[in-house]
């Protein structure tokens, strides 16, 4: 039995006894996991040294290995996110919905734990906390896969978490890490049907399309944001400069920063100068479409590659458009379905935008980056949801559950 | 171009005006479709009859010819099914949640239609009326794909259909029925990404795993259903005679009805041979375990394959067992989490049976022939899903949308 199998099928008993514990058990794990990651931050610190070593032989770059790197006061942060999901609701056993019925039947629909939770993430070692205490406060287990950078701190991580549970009454077995870095395990997980209830990828888009491509389990899609901000030709033009430069430059590596500015023409005419400049004192490299280049200066053509790219970075493309139909159009055809923007003064339009257009979270006047579960008030998040089905946007503890009909009967019989 | 990207590229486009619709230009398309369809019903019938001939000549069975015959009673029947459908409240633009940020942001989550939906079905025509109904109600376009069986009928009703919404604001282009038998638009359809927002197959066992199998689009699953019923030591006599009988026999075809009896052993011994003789008398063919063989007479011996199987059938898998706890574990190793029930005096395994089994619908002393969206008062429903995902258990409209969250800001940028 390969390590996958063998892990996926504790995880699954584990959910059994996972579905029958109260908060106040669910929370003292959660308190339990927080102390042990704190007073055991040196041996943490000490695994991910040994990460960050091989990292920098492999040369994996600046970004990811700070992305990878763990410190005392991160450690500190990290346990904190778990203290912050204590104070969450339960999200399981909620009624949502009860009725008797002529008959007599009495119907309750309640809400449940999916099961055993997969994750497959890249390399940030706080994923692997956070992802476990949210599966613990949702009654769910959980299977991770963690990028092979981040391995040596991921397997100390969950050895210092397992301790924890294991002076509980939450089994140990309810939190799974595959340790195999080969390919094959990550393929394995997604075939795992009857095992695994659902698979949520965390990651660039490479994974993501991966993972949605070859699973045959429930897959929840994440993260992948080209987001657009227009500005209409009737946009107060301070709101429109400061919500332009807050959703690209704020935190440029995240999804729902902005990668297209839209301008209807008569905005552009009076303000794309100003704009422009604006973003090249701040960095940032505009691709522009002809008509931005006439009015803002040189910069290099976007091309229908670029409108489709999600740079995460301090790269912009700026697009004139002569009416709203045509932004509506250009989000349409570009856009990933995550968080788009309207900056207008004018009400009926910026209605017909909210309506209109198809994305997780639609702004009026407000930068695209409020699109997260902090921000919404939702608390800690599994991440943000760019799919349709089960939850959209930011998911928070609810979209770890399921429903369940409970049918009370004396007898009944179908007619 | 395809026909299936070609049909698909159109649905997509008619769903952008589907979404702005009102309810009652969606009911009044609704009421077209249902005259169009009783006044053009000799046209229908026709065309069926093609259906029938070459089922017949193919040799597809009798109960296959039954389920797609059509007649003038039958399309009736279908028309007021999709009147039903305008008595259904609009799950469209509830809004689900409101709240304001502390630094003034307005968040309204509200429902939205899902967009495309692909369905793909076997050889029942009044599937062909019944999604293009839920569909429309919803606000959603539809692609289907139905049994190669019922081409002519379907080929006819969409005609119909369609001419009927041409009479109307509904855009025609909304309904797109794929008429190439070929296996591969089945597998075309299966990996629209970016076109279709989900499929939903319904039919067979063979149909849903070849979907979940070749599906890169999010499939919600439907359908298979190995149901057990319980008597437990305590169960009521004639409580538990009633709905072993209705469970098995008032339909066996559905997925609903029951598979498997298991009987704790002490009521087993009292009350397992009368059982056995009343299946018996009702032409139900038994596969029995050793110890049921032993109180119940000469029987076939259930193997786990039987246990696993869903006849949908007169025929029942008849398993003593010698406590709750093993009925768990079967119902566990077997079962498909679709409906399962337990017939019991005793309040408290009731409720330890509702808990902890892993299912859309969990009954105490009722029949599981229940699950059914008329019979919870949900209305007509286009399937029952056996997933977790999104929707569990009957699937009326509102599993046919999904959310948004319509942000409404003064300004504001993240800090």
């Given at each position: 039995m390969s390590e996958v199998v063998q892990k996926a099928l504790l995880g699954k008993e584990a959910s059994i006894r996972m579905a029958k514990l109260t908060t106040r058990q669910k929370n003292d794990a959660l308190r339990a996991m927080a102390d042990a990651l704190v007073r055991e931050n040196a041996s943490i610190i000490a695994a991910n040294q040994e990460d960050l070593a091989r990292g920098q032989q492999n040369g994996i770059g600046e970004s990811l290995l700070d992305r990878l790197a763990l410190d005392e006061k991160r450690i500190q942060g990290i346990a904190e996110g778990l203290l912050q999901i204590i104070g969450l609701p339960d999200p399981v056993g909620d009624v949502l919905d009860q009725f008797e019925r002529p008959n007599g039947l009495v119907v309750r629909k309640v809400s449940v734990p999916l099961g055993l939770i997969g994750i497959i993430y890249e390399a940030r070692p706080n994923v692997t906390v956070d992802a476990a205490g949210l599966c613990l406060k949702s009654g769910n287990a959980v299977l991770l896969r963690?990028?092979?950078?981040?391995l040596s701190s991921n397997i100390r991580i969950v050895e210092v978490l397992k301790a924890a549970l294991a002076t509980t009454v939450v089994p140990p077995e309810a939190l799974q890490l595959i340790t195999s870095s080969d390919r094959a395990s990550v393929d394995e997980m997604l075939k795992l049907n009857g095992l695994l209830d659902v698979v949520i990828p965390r990651g660039g888009r490479m994974l993501i399309q991966t993972v949605v491509a070859n699973a045959t389990v429930p897959v929840i899609e994440t993260g992948?944001?080209?987001?657009?901000?227009?500005?209409?030709?009737?946009?107060?033009?301070t709101i429109a400069l400061n919500i332009a430069v807050n959703a690209k430059v704020q935190r440029p590596s995240v999804?729902?920063?902005?990668?297209?500015?839209?301008?209807?023409?008569?905005?552009?005419?009076?303000?794309?100068?100003?704009?422009?400049?604006?973003?090249?004192?701040l960095g940032v490299q505009l691709r522009g479409c002809p008509a931005s280049i006439r009015i803002a200066g040189p910069m290099e053509e976007a091309t229908d590659e670029d409108y489709a790219t999600e740079y995460n970075d301090y790269i912009l493309n700026v697009r004139i458009v002569e009416s709203l139909d045509e932004a509506l159009e250009h989000i349409r055809r570009f856009g990933t379905q995550h968080s788009e923007c309207i900056v207008t003064e004018h009400p009926e339009r910026a209605e017909r935008f909210l309506q209109e257009v198809d994305a997780a979270a639609v702004y009026h006047n407000a930068s695209t980056r409020f699109t997260d579960g902090f921000e919404f008030g939702y608390g800690a998040e599994?991440?943000?949801?760019?799919q349709?089905?089960?939850a959209r946007g930011p998911m928070g503890l609810p979209a770890l559950t399921s429903?369940?009909?409970?049918?009370?009967?004396?007898?009944q019989i179908r007619g």
């Open positions: 963690g990028g092979s950078d981040a992948a944001g080209v987001c657009h901000t227009y500005l209409d030709e009737t946009a107060d033009p999804c729902n920063s902005m990668e297209t500015l839209l301008l209807h023409e008569e905005f552009a005419e009076a303000y794309l100068p100003g704009i422009a400049e604006t973003f090249r004192t599994i991440g943000i949801s760019t349709k089905l089960h429903t369940k009909f409970l049918v009370y009967g004396s007898g």
